[in-house]
């Protein structure tokens, strides 16, 4: 099977979208700036979904589902909501298509089927969901209120690239509703802390906890939590975003509820989400010029077994060996595939589930069936061993542990390497250039510097982390004071 991958360092983004199409995990559809995901693709994202769906129910939260279309004057009701999302917006304005008698065979627009009000096609949900909360929530004693959905959103994107940005993506959006404003706070933060791990634990990226500033935050919102992480090119990528909304919402909605005293209070609010972004977060990670490399706690097929063969005997007799592998490994809970179609040989097979990432590749022929033993390759390293059968289920069961360690611990280090301290705007610039990363530096606090600073390198303020020391410094581009560092990048 030829490949043909454009390598990283000859065109990055080449590279990847390439790697997104010929590994079948999506390719574009025939309506603008829309994806179909392909089974393989999709597979992974439903490992995601999965994981994911478990820790929120684990943490109290509920699955529901809202409707697509949301009323105009319903969407207008948070200004700064609408505002925020308003050029992204799709909107129905009509409910019904005619035939058009200048254009036999065509369809037309019915003028007389104009919808009274129109619809937007959901970029969020919050307006739609703390309409329907106003009727959930009346006592203390329905708060809190946590729940999660599973969606599609549309926004409208002018440039698009598969999975990373795409007109309409698939996510999950949670929405809380609580008593208090600490509760609040507690609960973005905790969503936050979730999906770090589910990153760093499933997905093997490291991440960076931080707050968004105030011109970077979500639409609505009166804090933004968010983790960043770091491609391989050197662009860092929002990974997840969790905000606390204050009461914004419930005003705009008049979602209010009688506290113990019996006093009528407006309860405040969060929202939290994750996408098909994240998939893209995958691909750049871990990925090289081979193919995709997969993490095993998120690859469909953990392990792929290629018999060797010249006869049907020679086949039956691996197949007998291949079939009781794949029962043990099943037993352990480890997905595997027995590759066993006679339409292809096995270099194709190798280079195919090489370029679809599978971890590990077991190789099986008379040979091995004389001696005892195995050919086990791993994904990541490229590597390969012989190993005898004795204990070779557990041996790749401790293997794939080893390999999603490995993946993070790599991941990691490139993370750790590419964090450069700057005090001069020379510095940032010469960094931004020709290293990349995270640029940490002083700033002065002020969004007419933030702004000035992205208009002239295209870098945005990723995040002030959550653990950053707090000390007195020099704004490296006004030069005005400064409280602490924050992280700088080019970003996706």
């Not at 609580?178 to 973005?188: C, G, L, R, Y």
């Not at 997969?294 to 018999?307: C, D, E, G, K, R």
């Not at 705007?425 to 960094?431: I, Q």
């Amino acid at each position: 099977m030829s490949k043909n991958l454009t390598t990283r360092t000859e065109d990055y983004s080449k590279w990847y979208n390439e790697l997104v199409v010929k590994a079948d995990l999506a390719e574009n559809s025939g309506v603008r700036g829309c994806m179909v995901i392909k089974p393989y693709g999709y597979a992974i994202w439903e490992k995601m979904q999965a994981e994911l769906d478990r820790m929120f129910k684990d943490t109290g939260h509920s699955n529901a589902y809202f409707p697509l279309f949301v009323p105009k004057s319903m969407f207008e009701a948070e200004e700064k909501n609408a505002e925020g999302f308003a050029k992204e917006c799709a909107i129905v304005t009509h409910y019904r298509l005619k035939n058009d008698e200048s254009r036999p065979g065509k369809l037309m627009v019915d003028p007389n089927a104009k919808l009274e009000e129109e619809l937007i096609v959901r970029p969020t949900s919050e307006a739609i969901i703390w309409s329907t909360y106003k009727s959930w929530i009346q006592s203390y004693r329905d708060l809190p209120l946590l729940i999660n959905q599973w969606a599609n959103v549309v926004r409208w994107e002018m440039r698009t690239r598969l999975f990373l940005r795409t007109a309409e993506f698939l996510w999950q959006e949670g929405h809380t509703a609580h008593a208090t404003k600490a509760e609040a706070i507690e609960e973005s933060e905790k969503m936050m802390n979730v999906y770090a791990e589910f990153v760093e634990n499933f997905m093997a990226i490291p991440v960076i906890k931080g707050l968004k500033t105030e011109t970077e935050r979500f639409a609505g919102a009166e804090e933004t939590y968010c983790i960043e992480a770091l491609m391989q090119d050197g662009k860092a990528l929002q990974a997840g975003t969790s905000h606390f909304l204050g009461q914004n919402f419930a005003k705009a909605f008049d979602v209010k509820f009688a506290n113990q005293e019996g006093k009528q209070e407006h309860v405040w609010g969060t929202s939290w989400g994750v996408s098909t972004r994240l998939m893209g977060a995958l691909v750049m990670t871990h990925s090289d010029d081979n193919g995709l490399v997969l993490p095993p706690n998120l690859a469909p097929i953990q392990v792929v077994i290629v018999p060797i063969y010249k006869s049907d005997d020679e086949l039956n007799a691996v197949s007998a060996v291949a079939n009781d592998l794949m029962a043990q490994f099943k037993k352990l809970n480890i997905s595997v595939k027995f590759d066993n179609r006679t339409t292809q040989k096995p270099g194709f097979k190798f280079a195919e589930w090489e370029l679809k990432g599978v971890p590990v590749r077991i190789a099986i022929g008379p040979k091995d069936l004389e001696n005892g033993t195995f050919e086990i390759a791993r994904r990541d390293t490229l590597s390969k061993e012989v190993r005898t059968k004795e204990g070779i289920v557990n041996f790749i069961s401790d293997l794939l542990s080893q390999i999603q360690a490995d993946l993070f611990a790599r991941a990691l280090n490139y993370r750790n390497t590419h964090i450069t301290e700057v005090n001069s705007f020379d510095e940032f610039k010469d960094v931004l250039e020709n290293k990349g990363g995270f640029i940490s530096a002083h700033w002065d606090g002020t969004p007419e510097t933030e702004e000035k600073i992205k208009e002239l390198t295209k870098a945005t303020i990723r995040c002030i982390p959550l653990n950053r020391i707090e000390e007195e410094g020099k704004c490296f581009f006004s030069g005005a004071k400064s409280t602490g560092r924050v992280l700088f990048a080019k970003a996706y």
